[in-house]
């Protein structure tokens, strides 16, 4: 397990220091405390907590999925009556038999009759609607969740890298005053003294190089989980060690019947089909009943009766024939979907397998040889069996050796990230 250890907040100004000491080290259990004025220690619980409450993605899905419930209530819904009012005066004309003067009211009232598998099927594609919306709430909440943990684990690797190099440009430092003193009393030639202020200037533009990155990673950690612009970001926790992942086909069978995007285009498809059952529904012609009583200066009377239309030129063929191709379009979908989950989760448990042995062979070989050979050559140069070059050459193989296994560590990180974004794994299982 790599431990990777805090580094000041001062790392993201380009002015800092190469060669000013780091903090000590502290314990990965630490919540995220204000140590300083503006300064945030963050542990990978933390960030991931402010990513809940404050991404604007989370709350853009919460809202999707309120409109969902909203329509759902919507489509449950019956039509309102209609009810007329009205009210006047009739006047006599001079004819031989004039109606009678007087006060005139007309009230009536108009109630639309659904028909009832018209009502169900409008109802149930509100429904699948709004599960869909709701498995889109899902799959935003662990695509938040995997780009903060992404952004996390990158900002530590550039931390790790900056320890590499500041390591890297301390050795240089040393060699340059050993060999500064071994040309000034004569026992080396100016050329040693060139090639170790050279290999000064690389080492101190990798360090900040590598600051310039890690001010990057923590740039973009703020905007995932939208931390306070103000606050110093410092990440602190480790790398997911090694853990036995299960196979391949039990994982494939768990991500296409938990993961949200399936159940997303599964839902969408049953709201294609009773649209189109909605759509069917719609043929049968809806009555409205209606109702009215009329008061006249002379007479009263109501009357109650039902009014049908007649599909005669309408049989809604252009809408049903596009409910049916909104089903092939979501049964693509959901089959789309589909290949590329399986693709995806193909992909990261061959990227797990790979890093992880490429972690456990450089750790068990590369990385210890090339460390005894850094301790040799200094060794030797001290007692004057080789020259700089050597040393030199020997610590750019460790440092080589240093970056594949970082590199192999959080290339093993990031696809357990993407297995458990795919549903393969439980968030917050891994060990």
Avoid: C
Avoid at 310 to 321: M, S, T, V, Y
């Amino acid at each position: 397990m790599l431990l990777l250890p805090l580094l000041p907040a001062a790392l993201l100004a380009a002015q800092t220091p190469v060669d000013a000491p780091l903090p000590a080290e502290p314990a990965p259990q630490q919540t995220a405390v204000a140590a300083t004025s503006g300064e945030l220690r963050l542990t990978l619980d933390d960030a991931l907590a402010m990513a809940r409450r404050n991404s604007p993605r989370l709350q853009e899905a919460l809202a999707a999925t309120q409109r969902g419930q909203a329509a759902v209530q919507t489509a449950r819904a019956y039509t309102n009556p209609n009810v007329e009012v009205f009210q006047g005066r009739q006047y006599a004309r001079p004819i031989k038999t004039p109606g009678t003067p007087g006060l005139l009211q007309h009230y009536a009232g108009y109630q639309t009759i659904e028909i009832p598998t018209e009502r169900s099927a409008r109802r149930k594609a509100a429904e699948f609607m709004a599960a869909s919306a709701r498995a889109a709430e899902r799959g935003v909440g662990l695509n938040v969740m995997a780009d903060t943990q992404r952004a996390f684990y990158e900002a530590l690797k550039r931390q790790e890298e900056i320890n590499h190099a500041r390591e890297n440009l301390a050795l240089v430092e040393d060699l340059r005053r050993r060999v500064e003193v071994e040309v000034n009393v004569g026992e080396k030639g100016k050329l040693e003294l060139t090639r170790a202020e050279a290999e000064l200037a690389r080492a101190r533009f990798a360090v900040n190089s590598a600051q310039i990155e890690y001010a990057s990673a923590i740039a973009i950690l703020r905007a995932v989980i939208a931390a306070p612009a103000d606050a110093n970001l410092i990440p602190v926790g480790v790398t997911t060690a090694h853990m036995t992942l299960p196979p391949l086909d039990t994982l494939r069978d768990q991500v296409l019947t938990a993961h949200p995007a399936v159940a997303q285009s599964e839902a969408e498809l049953n709201a294609s089909r009773s649209t189109l059952d909605r759509e069917k529904a719609l043929r049968i012609p809806q009555p409205t009943a209606f109702a009215e009583f009329e008061n006249q200066p002379d007479l009263r009377y109501w009357r109650a009766g039902i009014t049908i239309p007649i599909p005669l030129w309408d049989r809604r063929r252009g809408q049903i024939a596009d409910a049916k191709a909104a089903i092939s379009q979501a049964n693509a979908t959901l089959d789309q979907r589909r290949l590329e989950l399986v693709s995806a989760l193909e992909r990261a448990y061959e990227q797990y397998q790979l890093a992880d042995q490429q972690v456990t062979s450089l750790e068990a070989g590369s990385l210890r040889a090339a460390e005894s050979a850094v301790e040799a050559a200094k060794s030797a140069y001290r007692f004057g069996e080789r020259g700089i070059v050597e040393v030199l050459d020997a610590q750019r193989v460790l440092q080589s050796v240093r970056g594949d296994l970082l590199d192999a560590q959080f290339a093993r990180q990031s696809a357990l990230i993407d297995l458990e974004e795919l549903g393969a794994l439980t968030p917050g299982a891994r060990p």
